[in-house]
């Protein structure tokens, strides 16, 4: 290699070979040898994306300007560019997207060729069809499962936060890793919040006839609804532990027993679009599963992605 493996640019040298190595293979029929490579581009892509985490807004809102001027240079779609500015306006007012200012984006597996909000008939430069275009979650919490699987991921859910919290003292609880991280306690009561937002949210889509639901971020201040709350900043970990633990017990009781046509019961998200029964099951466990790691982390005194010391 001539970049460190651990550098921006080593690593984004081998999502390059990565990728077009998968594709040469594909091309000669190899399928099954793409899958390590696809697989290794989508590993340094994640640790790229992992190393932004610190950025500051400016930062953030610098990268984004150059980003906009660089993709007008090079010929990019104007809606593109335009959902670029978008992310820019958004991050200065201090707000979310909502869905009808950031659409759905698709592209072409064949060619790359872009699309907003559906794909075309025909892609308008390799003419494959519809089908041939990938649609790009918001956030991989949307890229849902079956009704079994998504039940056996919340069901685990209660098991795997005690695993994480055992034996740990009050003490290891309230450490933060580092200014502006979240102890554990604060990282099990953002769950928990969105545990209370779960459990609501799944009773009024099994209930109302597709309803219209609430962007809210546990932490925020509750919008003018009953689906959205947030749980007390003083709660002990002991008793957030304790109704996280009771409302995904009663989500999945409610769920084990509910006709398969359920889980297509549709509402309407203002950031996320429409979604189903079986999608909101499906987000709120992934989302567990993802503060997992920084659960996880926390009580060990460090962020997620930094290496744990042997024997933790």
Not at 133 to 142: Q, T
């Amino acid at each position: 290699m001539t970049t460190p493996e651990g550098s921006i640019s080593g690593r984004l040298d081998l999502v390059s070979r990565f990728a077009r190595l998968a594709r040469a293979l594909e091309a000669a029929g190899l399928y099954n040898a793409t899958k390590a490579l696809r697989a290794g581009a989508d590993r340094e892509l994640t640790r790229v994306a992992a190393s932004a985490a610190q950025l500051g807004r400016d930062e953030i809102l610098s990268e984004l300007d150059a980003l906009r001027q660089d993709l007008e240079a090079s010929g990019y779609p104007d809606w593109f560019v335009g959902q670029v500015r978008s992310a820019e306006d958004a991050l200065r007012a201090d707000t979310n997207l909502r869905y009808r200012d950031a659409p759905a984006v698709w592209t072409c597996r064949i060619c790359g060729e872009l699309a907003l909000e559906r794909p075309p008939d025909a892609c308008p430069t390799c003419e494959a069809p519809a089908v041939a275009f990938r649609g790009h979650a918001a956030v991989w919490y949307l890229e849902s499962d079956g009704p079994v699987a998504t039940l056996a991921l919340l069901a685990d859910g209660p098991r795997q936060v005690d695993r994480a919290l055992d034996g740990r003292t009050p003490e290891e609880l309230e450490r933060a890793p580092r200014p502006g991280e979240w102890s554990a306690r604060e990282t099990l009561r953002h769950i928990t919040s969105a545990e209370v937002l779960l459990s609501t949210r799944v009773r009024r889509m099994l209930e109302e006839n597709d309803p219209e639901l609430v962007a809210w971020q546990p932490g925020d201040a509750p919008p003018p609804s009953d689906e959205a709350t947030d749980y007390r900043a003083d709660a002990g970990a002991d008793e957030l532990l304790a109704h996280f633990r009771r409302l995904r017990l009663s989500t999945v009781d409610l769920l084990t027993d509910i006709a398969p046509d359920d889980w297509r019961r549709p509402g309407r998200h203002p950031e996320w679009g429409p979604v189903t029964v079986l999608s909101q099951a499906s987000y709120f466990g992934r989302h567990q599963a993802a503060h997992q790691a920084q659960l996880a982390a926390a009580v060990e005194g460090r962020v997620p992605g930094e290496p744990r010391e042997p024997g933790s």
